[in-house]
């Protein structure tokens, strides 16, 4: 067989035997909805009542505050999948499975690709998960088909961009603790974006942060998909801190895969 | 893993090193490695924890590059054609490198797959691992489930899916009670019986001594002996009868019967140490010059590859046999 066709096997060997350990320990996928949904019911049933009215006044849209709090908690499932990807590649590392997977024959970037391709799965798995809760709690879009496959690009780049950041994590880490502690500050982005409130009621200082963290345009892109609102240079935005954010995650990840982490 | 494998290239030398250095910031681990290892033998490659036993295994079996030196595997250069070296080996370490969460079988398929072998090939030699490795009850279970004892097992067998010529242990007993250890040392002999190579490394002396065709001794990154168990043994003093007397005047009495044999005595403790084989009749030989009434106490002392350890590192081996207890429970 040529490298290529030993490339496409094993990558094709080890996803499967990635979504079949993802399948057998659901309490990842678990863990990913868990703090969207959290977060989610807290937002509409708690504080929904004032704070729809405070959102509907400053930003338009449907008026009800579970349409305007889902994008940003979607887009922190990819920040909660980041840290899921963080830890399996880190259980991995400390597994000694890797490091016989190293000592074997196979096309070693295999090892990589499968885990980046079976996380981004299992995020986009956990994301319709919420879409679904949200569906059950009242939430409707005037998305088109198309939009729909935009946004499934979309949700499909966020996510690979935070799983490579999240592998990155999982090899640079030491031990499993740091590896699910290091993201979470991942997930309490879209707070200080435009995922909860409208960045325009923000103060001064944060409002600047807020507009301009990398959470905000592709919340925004996600709402204006959604539901038709404007969308402007955000799809432009959110694509170059997608590539910039996995181009950052592969190097970091590339420079750690190398050493050997078992002992 | 059968005999041709090993034979049939006409490859005589399985491992060759030559001045191996590696050292983890200030620390050297290795100081210039030199080793020549035959096909189809098992060498033990014995030291303490910390005596660069693991990094040697890592070195060999492509984990880790060293910083100077020359490795060949089956006439692959480690340097140049990694790969070529991986397609030839097989590792088992300390700690298992088995997929919790999937079952044996599942786990044995996966290995064959990735050594890219036929399906039906991989499906048979799986079927036969399981039964041989004593796993076909359990193959359906989650290996989280196992025993230490069997996921140690497992780990071996899923080495050798592959039919690795050369064959990395790296302290494949460790941690196991004394039943299963000697379990392994029975399918480890198998694997010798079908030509393979085996690179062991121990801290157990007793392991050497029952699988090494030839025993090397790592101490602070340097080889300090090479040879056969039996080689390594003849470098030490050999046996004893070690006989401690009653009172001062029997022990000079004694010394005055013995006249002619090569005594050490000890006026502190009365004791007298005679050069004797441990055999009955040379015991009652022995015994036959002195005063027995006079004799407080006596013992044997047989050389064992604990003096050798003793005598060129200058520190004791790790005691098997308290090591394994202690982990007992926790593995039963």
Same mark, same amino acid.
């Given at each position: 067989m ?11 060997t080890l996803?499967?035997?990635n979504?079949k350990?993802?399948?057998r320990?659901p309490t990842v996928?678990?863990s ?5 949904v959290? +977060? ?10 004032v704070?729809g /009215?405070?959102v509907?006044?400053?930003?338009g ?14 887009i922190?499932t ?14 991995d590392?400390?597994e000694g499975?890797?490091?016989? +997977? /190293?000592t ?5 970037p295999?090892?990589?690709i499968?885990r980046v ?13 919420i879409?679904?809760v949200?569906?059950?709690m009242?939430?409707?879009a005037s998305?088109?088909v ?14 690979f961009a935070?799983t490579?950041?999240?592998?990155g994590?999982g ?7 740091v590896a699910s502690n290091a ?5 309490l982005l879209?707070f200080?974006g435009?995922g909860i409130v ?8 944060l409002?600047w942060?807020?507009?301009y963290?990398?959470f905000t345009p592709?919340i925004e892109?996600?709402r204006?998909?959604?539901y038709?609102?404007g969308?402007?240079?955000?799809a432009?935005?959110?694509a170059?801190?997608c590539?910039g954010?996995?181009?950052?995650? +592969?190097a970091?990840s590339m420079k750690?895969? /190398? /050493?050997?982490?078992?002992? | 893993m059968s ?7 006409g490859?005589?030398?399985?491992i060759s090193v030559?001045g191996?250095r590696?050292?983890?910031g200030?620390h050297?681990v290795?100081?210039?490695?030199d080793?020549h ?5 098992v060498f033990s490659?014995?030291g303490q924890?910390?005596?660069?036993k693991?990094?040697?295994v890592?070195?060999l079996?492509?984990l880790?590059?060293?910083d ?11 340097a140049t054609d990694p ?10 370490g300390?700690f298992s ?5 999937l079952?044996?079988?599942?786990n044995?398929?996966l290995m064959?797959r990735l050594?890219?072998l ?6 048979e030699r799986?079927a036969?691992?399981?039964e041989?490795f004593?796993?076909?009850?359990a193959?359906?279970?989650?290996v ?16 050798l899916v592959?039919?690795p010529?050369v ?10 009670d004394?039943?299963v250890?000697?379990a392994?040392w029975?399918l ?8 393979v ?7 157990y002396l007793? %392991? ?12 602070g990154?340097?080889l300090?002996a090479?040879?056969?168990?039996? %080689?390594?043994?003849?470098q030490?003093?050999?046996g004893?009868v070690?006989l ?5 005047t ?6 005055? #019967?013995?006249s002619?044999?090569?005594?050490t005595?000890n006026?502190e403790?009365?004791?007298?140490r ?5 055999t ?10 002195v ?5 407080? %106490?006596l ?5 064992d ?5 003793l005598?060129l590192?200058g520190t004791?081996?790790?005691?098997a #046999? ?5 982990k %007992?429970?926790v593995?039963?």
């Open positions: 040529s490298t290529v066709t030993y490339a496409v096997a094993d990558s094709a996803l499967r035997r979504i350990n993802q399948m320990y996928v678990a990913i909805i868990g703090i969207p959290l +977060f989610l019911l807290l937002f509409v049933y708690v504080f929904g009542n704070l /009215k405070g509907a006044a400053s930003a849209g449907t008026g009800h505050y579970v349409d305007y709090v889902l994008p940003g908690l979607i922190m990819a920040a909660t999948g980041s840290l899921g990807s963080a830890v399996s590649t880190s259980m590392m400390t499975i890797i490091a016989r +997977f /190293k074997m024959s196979i096309f070693r295999a090892i990589l499968a391709i079976s996380s981004v799965l299992q995020t986009l798995v956990s994301m319709a998960l879409f679904g949200a569906w059950l009242g939430f409707s998305a088109s198309a939009d729909w496959l935009g946004i499934l690009v979309l949700l499909s780049a966020v996510n935070l490579w950041l999240g592998v994590i090899l640079a880490a030491k031990t499993l603790d993201p979470f500050p991942l997930i879209p200080v435009s409208p960045t325009s009621t923000m103060p001064t200082a409002r942060f807020a507009e963290q990398p592709m892109t996600l204006g998909l959604l038709g609102t969308i402007g240079n955000n432009w935005i959110a170059a801190w590539v954010i996995s181009a950052l995650g +592969f970091w750690n895969f /190398k /050493k050997d982490r078992t002992r | 005999a041709y494998q090993a034979r049939s290239s490859v005589d030398v399985a030559a191996l590696k050292a983890y200030e050297q290795l100081d210039g490695l080793l290892i035959p096909a189809g033998q490659l014995l924890n910390g005596a660069g693991t990094t040697t890592k070195i079996s492509t880790t590059t060293p100077a030196g020359h490795v060949e595997v089956i006439g692959h250069d480690l790969d070529g070296v991986r397609a030839n080996i097989g590792v088992t300390q490198a088995v997929d919790p969460l079952n044996a079988e599942e044995l398929a064959g050594w890219h036929d399906s039906k090939v991989a499906k799986c036969r691992l399981l041989q004593d796993l076909v009850e193959g359906r279970k989650p989280m489930t196992y025993s230490g004892g069997m996921k140690r097992r497992l780990d071996l067998a899923m080495t592959g039919a010529r064959i990395f242990l790296d302290e494949p007993t460790t941690g196991l004394p039943r250890r000697r392994m029975d480890i002999r198998d694997l010798v019986a079908d030509g190579t085996i690179f062991l490394t121990t801290q007793e %392991e050497a001594d029952q699988l090494a065709d030839q025993v090397a001794v790592l101490n990154g340097k300090v090479q040879g056969t168990p039996e %080689e390594l043994k003849r030490v003093p050999g004893s070690d401690q007397f009653s009172s001062p029997a022990l000079d009495q004694a010394v005055a #019967a013995l002619g044999t090569p005594l005595r006026d403790t009365l004791t007298l005679v050069p004797n084989d441990g009955a009749a040379s015991v009652q030989a022995l015994l036959g010059r005063d027995v009434t006079t004799v407080h %106490e013992s044997l002392k047989t050389p590859l604990d003096d050798v350890f005598a590192t004791a081996p790790a005691p #046999a308290g090591d394994a207890d202690k %007992e429970k593995l039963a």
